[in-house]
C-alpha cells in the first residue's frame, strides 16, 4: 500500500513544499482542480508525471466561478475519495485550501480576460471566466510550478488560462491534455452524477451532434446550416435546451464557417438542471 498523500491547506506550507523540491533540483506541475476527481483528473497527473518530478493537485470549490444560479452548493466535494484517487495516481501532494486562505478578509481583486473570454460559456455564464482567471492566477503564483495541466473539455476555460498566462508573463508552461470519455462517448465530467439514468442515457447525443457537424464540414457543409440542425437534434433526442453549438477557429476561437482551418465545435446544452458542456476538433 502506497503511503497516505500529504495534504496542505496554507499557502506557506505548499510553498515550503515546493522549494524543498526545488533545492533538489526537482521540477514541479499543479493539476488544479475543484475535485469529484474522475480519470480525466487522473490523466492530468499522469501527463504532469511524465513532464516533470513532482505533482501537485489543487482540490478547491471556487465560489467565484459560480453564477447565483449555478450548482456552488451542490457541487459534490469528497476530499478522501479524492485524496485516495491521486495516491493511487503517483501525485505528490494535494493543496486543498479553505476559501479563507483564498479570499481573505477585503479580497478586492478581479483577472478578467477579454477576446476570448467572450461568447459561448462567457456569454452565458458572466463571470465564471474572471473567476476562474482569478483562481488560476492565485494558484500559479501560489505554486509557481514549470507546468500546469488542464482538461481539453473545457476548450474555451484552457484558451483563458492560455490567454492571461501570456499576458500577465506568468512564467508556467500551460499544457492541455486531450479529453477523456465514457465508452458510449459521453465526456468524464464531474457533473454527469448529477443525470438520472434516463438523462446519463440521453448525453452521449452531445458529441454525436459535434460529430455529425465535423462530418458536414468534411463534406464541405457550412457551420450556419449545420449547428442548427445539430441544435433541433439534441432537442429532439431529449435535451431540454441548448445553450449554444458553434464551430470556431482551434486557436483563436474566433467564429469560423468552412473547414479551412483546423478548427474546434463547442457545444453546452442542458439536460434538466444539469448543463453538459463538449468540444471536437477537426482538421481540414
Ligand atoms: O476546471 C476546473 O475544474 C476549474 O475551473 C479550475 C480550473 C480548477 C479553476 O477553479
Known amino acids: 500500500m502506497s503511503a497516505p498523500l500529504p495534504v496542505v491547506r496554507g499557502v506557506a506550507e505548499l510553498r515550503a513544499q515546493v522549494s524543498a523540491w526545488r533545492k533538489e533540483g526537482l ?3 499543479l ?12 490523466s492530468l497527473v499522469k501527463r504532469g508525471l511524465e513532464l516533470v518530478d513532482r505533482v501537485v493537485a489543487s482540490v478547491f470549490v471556487n465560489p467565484t466561478q459560480f453564477g ?8 459534490p466535494r469528497q476530499e478522501e475519495q479524492d485524496a485516495a484517487a491521486l495516491t493511487g495516481a503517483g501525485c505528490h501532494l494535494l493543496f486543498a485550501p479553505t476559501v479563507d486562505e483564498m479570499y481573505p478578509q477585503g479580497f478586492a481583486t478581479a483577472v478578467s480576460v477579454g477576446g476570448v473570454s467572450e461568447g459561448l460559456c462567457g456569454a ?7 473567476g476562474v482567471a482569478t483562481v488560476v492566477t492565485k494558484l500559479l503564483l501560489q505554486c509557481l510550478p514549470d507546468v500546469a ?3 481539453e473539455k473545457d476548450y474555451q476555460q484552457l484558451a483563458v488560462i492560455r490567454r492571461f498566462a501570456r499576458d500577465l508573463d506568468i512564467p508556467v508552461r500551460i499544457e492541455g491534455v486531450a479529453t477523456m470519455r465514457e465508452e458510449d462517448g459521453l465526456a468524464m465530467s464531474s457533473r ?3 443525470m438520472t439514468p434516463e438523462q446519463r442515457a440521453i448525453a452521449p447525443w452531445l458529441v454525436r451532434g459535434l460529430s455529425g457537424i465535423a462530418d458536414g464540414l468534411r463534406a464541405g457543409a457550412k457551420a450556419a446550416d449545420l449547428c442548427p440542425m445539430a441544435a433541433s437534434g439534441l432537442l429532439k433526442a431529449g435535451f431540454d435546451s441548448v445553450d449554444y453549438i458553434e464551430v470556431r477557429d482551434a486557436a483563436s476561437l474566433a467564429p469560423a464557417e468552412t473547414l479551412d482551418r483546423p478548427l474546434r465545435i463547442l457545444a453546452a446544452a442542458r439536460l434538466g438542471k444539469t448543463r453538459l458542456i463538449d468540444n471536437i476538433g477537426v482538421e481540414p
Not at 493539476?31 to 480525466?40: E, I, S
Not at 447565483?68 to 457541487?75: H, K, L, M, V
Not at 452565458?124 to 474572471?130: E, L, T
Open 27 to 29: 521540477t514541479v506541475a
Open 31 to 42: 493539476v488544479p482542480t475543484m475535485g469529484a476527481l474522475h480519470a480525466g483528473h487522473l
Open 68 to 75: 447565483p444560479n449555478e450548482d456552488f452548493a451542490r457541487y
Open 124 to 130: 452565458v455564464r458572466p463571470g465564471h471566466f474572471a
Open 149 to 151: 495541466l488542464f482538461g
Open 192 to 194: 454527469n452524477a448529477y
